[in-house]
């Protein structure tokens, strides 16, 4: 059963105006609901189009059928166009068929409403209903929520009776979301290697200002060979890391296998001070860090770097000089104290492999 059209009686009783003046619409339910043909003209040109068509019989009745949905939709269609406006209730109920009117239609405000409005209602047993309907009435919004939601949730999606009918009656779309799927995985693999690759470069970066700063004034354990540590000293900001690196250097210092014999351990501190001699900009003379001249004079003979390794050093320049950048930009624009840079927890011992 439809309800009685309220909004376009209610004007049409309030002007006086004939009801010969109003145009027909015709819903599936054969319901008729009278509306004044200037108004629906203003609100869509598809309207408009329709209703000043020229007809080949002038006596013919004022009639435009807007047919495969509900009676109640058709109304709340038309209360639209009326008064721009649209209840929650009316959303929730009809929303799907209100997006299909406002796209064929060529009613862009209620479509924009439709679309959020659908976006937050989406469930996993309505995405694959809500999907199709949104490639078909240009929702690109929408249509971009409905995947993500898939994507998502796949597992949950694959057993609905929606995603059933799609496999049957549109492979196309399927084949579509599928491909969505296996990209956005593939996007999500490349960003968790890029994240976990850069917290590698800041780690290393953050090592060679340790390494730097025992070397030339000193920590708790480990100091300048012409300086003794001082035991009074408190830890650095860093150490976590510096406690890391003193801990090697002390092993290095004491270790009887050594590089040549296989050491990791010792093979790994090898790495930080080459790493050290790529990124080192101080004179031979200043630069305290061990190994620093030899590494250098190694590259001054033109001996060939490693891809490698060359690209490595890049990186934890790039991360050392971003590192930088956002740590005197964080101290210019907070009032308060910046927290303590540091790797809690992290070995240092496992940053090179």
């Known amino acids: 059963m439809c309800r009685r059209p309220t909004s376009p009686s209610e004007s049409n009783d309030a002007s006086g105006d004939s009801t010969e003046t109003y145009i027909q619409i015709v819903t599936s339910g054969g ?127 694959e057993k609905t009776e929606g995603w059933k009918f799609l496999q049957t009656n549109d492979p196309f779309l399927e084949l579509e979301i599928l ?46 060979y012409d300086k003794k540590p001082t035991r009074n000293i408190s830890p650095c900001s860093k150490f976590s890391t510096c406690q890391g690196l003193q801990l090697s250097i002390q092993h290095v210092a004491h270790c009887k296998k050594r590089v040549n014999e296989g050491c990791v351990r010792c093979k790994r501190m090898w790495q930080l001070f080459k790493l050290h001699s790529s990124i080192c900009e101080l004179p031979d003379s200043t630069c305290k860090v061990p190994l620093c001249r030899r590494f250098r004079t190694q590259n001054m003979k033109g001996k060939k770097q490693d891809g490698k390794w060359e690209l490595l050093v890049r990186k934890v320049t790039l991360a050392k000089a971003t590192s930088s950048l956002l740590l005197s930009k964080r101290k210019r624009n907070e009032k308060e104290p910046a927290p303590p840079c540091g790797i809690n927890g992290y070995d240092i011992r496992n940053l090179v492999c």
């Open 31 to 157: 319901r008729r609901i009278p509306a004044h043909p200037k108004i629906l003209a203003s609100a869509s040109t598809v309207l408009e189009s329709i209703i000043y068509k020229p007809r080949k019989h002038r006596s013919s009745e004022n009639i435009i059928p807007i047919l495969g949905v509900p009676c109640d939709a058709v109304e709340v269609f038309v209360g639209f166009l009326y008064s721009n406006k649209c209840t929650e209730e009316d959303m929730e109920k009809y929303g799907i068929h209100l997006l299909a009117l406002s796209h064929v239609y060529l009613v862009p405000q209620l479509k924009s409403r439709c679309t959020k409005a659908l976006i937050e209602r989406l469930t996993i047993e309505n995405v694959v209903d809500v999907l199709q309907l949104a490639r078909l009435c240009d929702a690109p919004d929408l249509y971009l929520k409905c995947v993500k939601l898939v994507s998502n949730s796949f597992k949950a999606v």
């Open 179 to 224: 491909q969505f799927i296996d990209e956005s995985e593939s996007w999500r693999n490349r960003s968790r290697k890029r994240r976990k690759e850069q917290s590698l470069f800041l780690q290393l970066s953050e090592a060679m200002d340790c390494l730097e700063h025992i070397c030339t004034d000193g920590c708790i354990s480990v100091g300048p």
